[in-house]
């Protein structure tokens, strides 16, 4: 049979096997694609004409909840900084009230075709980064860009529900979906508290019963009165847990700095965080973020968290940067290449008392390149290094000592950084975990590993830097969140870089 018929053959095939009644509801939304696609044009068409334009908002021969959703969220925008008003919400309405009185097939298609291009509409602002946020971008794939509406709209037909996928705003970072909650609450808990400052030189202590007691509590909105009672260590202890202190219920030196600051202190620093989780994917593109101020990471997929880990951030004077790229390999049995303040530092003082580079697992190596030749310890000028008039590359050899541990995962840039295991245990137990030189160590390589390759890789033989590429690169988002979600809502940490400003 010639190719073009028995093509021809396949594609009928189907249709004649299925020459009976549709259902009831399929052949009314047949009748709204006839309708759709007779009134579709320009983006929404690329969306629509790949599904045989297949209505996306109809349900049983009316408008689903979905739409009910949609209003919803579109109503709320103001927390995103966003206008309701932008998006038609009350033709919107009418649309869909036109659509439930008359389902005819031409009102259910304006209803969907309003819908479709308002929920494009807002995903796109939603997602749309402010300036200066600070995150550099390594690699095309996680460069900002603006979206297509029908890109948007088929990452929202692919769900499992739209109502959810809406509802959850399924295209934002669940960091930010959280905030965005967070943010309501805290102005409700902590936002219309009486504006007091109380004096920097006291400690107020459970029991005692100085003057300043009554400004804590007038200041914290409990009744009035000179007494530390237990209420007002409860209090206490929920303020300082929501502003990262130590809930001690003490009003000490950090806690009445914190309560000075006031709501709108806390209230700019939570839509700071907010603008720097709007630069994260949802949870349905597979990535990874790394927050370098609490030292978490979280990995995610298929709409949802799969794992998260400890890690071991970079110092305050050796900071983990705000940066994305793409994971595309991973390296076992690594070398690592010691930053040269560091050979400076602790390599050639160690040298000088006597120890030797073999004795250390080191090599010294004439220069950067790919495949430097090797330095005799002797060749090497020490004192001048540790003076730091000279410099000289050294690296760890692999095994169960090396820095990077048995693993590095590589997102190639020009500051050197990457996450890598690590044979020191003991940081991850600390609770402030900003010790490294900018790179990432992993609290558990191993499973991140089978994570991104579906089993856990392993070197062939002891052969050093084997290189072993990812079967799907991976967006890794390394960002800084001084605010961040908690079960019970959300918690200020430290600065400890010093990002967030006055």
């Known amino acids: 049979m010639p190719l073009t018929l028995l093509l021809t053959a396949c594609a009928v095939a189907p249709f004649v096997a299925r020459a009976q009644p549709a259902a009831p509801a399929e052949a009314a939304k047949a009748s709204v694609a006839t309708e759709i696609r007779a009134g579709v044009s320009g983006k929404l068409k690329e969306f629509y004409a790949p599904r045989g334009y297949w209505p996306l908002w109809v349900e049983k021969d009316a408008i689903g909840p979905q739409a009910d959703a949609l209003l ?26 036109e659509a439930d009185a008359s389902p005819t097939p031409k009102a259910l298609a304006r209803a969907d075709l309003a819908l479709s291009k308002a929920l494009a509409a807002v995903v796109a602002d939603m997602r749309r980064p402010a300036r200066g946020m600070g995150m550099r971008y390594l690699d095309p794939e996680v460069e900002p860009r603006d979206p297509d509406p029908s890109d948007l709209l088929r990452a929202a037909a692919i769900t499992p529900s739209l109502t959810d996928y809406i509802q959850t705003a399924g295209w934002m970072s669940p960091f930010y979906m959280q905030l965005r909650t967070a943010r309501a609450d805290y102005q409700a808990k902590w936002g219309d508290l009486p504006d007091v400052t109380l004096p920097e030189a006291v400690k107020l202590r459970p029991g005692g019963r100085v003057p300043e007691i009554a400004l804590l509590r007038h200041r914290l909105g409990l009744s009035d009165g000179t007494a530390y009672d237990r209420v007002l260590v409860a209090r206490v202890r929920s303020f300082q847990s929501d502003h990262g202190l130590t809930a001690d219920g003490v009003a000490g030196a950090q806690t009445i700095v914190a309560l000075n600051r006031g709501a709108s202190y806390y209230e700019r620093l939570l839509a700071l965080n907010m603008e720097r989780t709007r630069l994260l994917p949802g949870p349905w593109v597979r990535h990874i973020v790394v927050d370098a101020a609490s030292a978490r990471l979280w990995y995610y997929s298929k709409g949802s968290l799969d794992g998260t880990m400890k890690v071991v951030a970079g110092a305050k004077h050796t900071q983990t940067p705000m940066m994305a790229g793409m994971i595309r390999y991973a390296t076992l049995n690594p070398y690592w290449n010691i930053p040269p303040d560091l050979v400076q530092s602790r390599v050639a003082p160690k040298i000088l008392n006597g120890a030797s580079l073999k004795g250390l697992h080191y090599e010294a190596l004439a220069d950067w390149s790919a495949n430097p030749a090797p330095l005799a310890q002797s060749a090497i ?8 008039r000279s410099e000289v590359r050294v690296r760890q050899l692999p095994g169960g000592d090396n820095a990077m541990g048995r693993v590095k995962f590589m997102f190639p840039n020009d500051l050197g950084i990457y996450l890598h295991d690590t044979p020191s245990r003991d940081l991850f137990a600390k609770p402030a975990r900003h010790f490294s030189n900018g790179c990432v160590r992993l609290e558990d390589a191993q499973r991140l590993g089978r994570w991104f390759f579906g089993k856990q890789p392993v070197a062939d033989g002891t052969a050093p830097e084997q290189h072993q590429p990812l079967p799907q690169p991976v967006p890794v988002y390394l960002t800084y969140l001084t605010a961040v979600p908690t079960a019970q809502g959300v918690q200020f940490l430290p600065d400890v870089y010093g990002r967030d400003g006055d």
Do not use: H, K, N, T
């Not at 919803?72 to 927390?79: G, H, K, N, R, T």
């Not at 000028?381 to 730091?388: C, E, Q, Y």
């Open 72 to 97: 919803a969220l579109i109503a709320s925008v103001d927390v995103d900084g966003l206008d309701p008003r932008d998006y038609d919400p009350r033709g919107l309405q009418r649309l869909i009230e």
């Open 381 to 388: 000028d020490w004192r001048s290094v540790a003076a730091g």
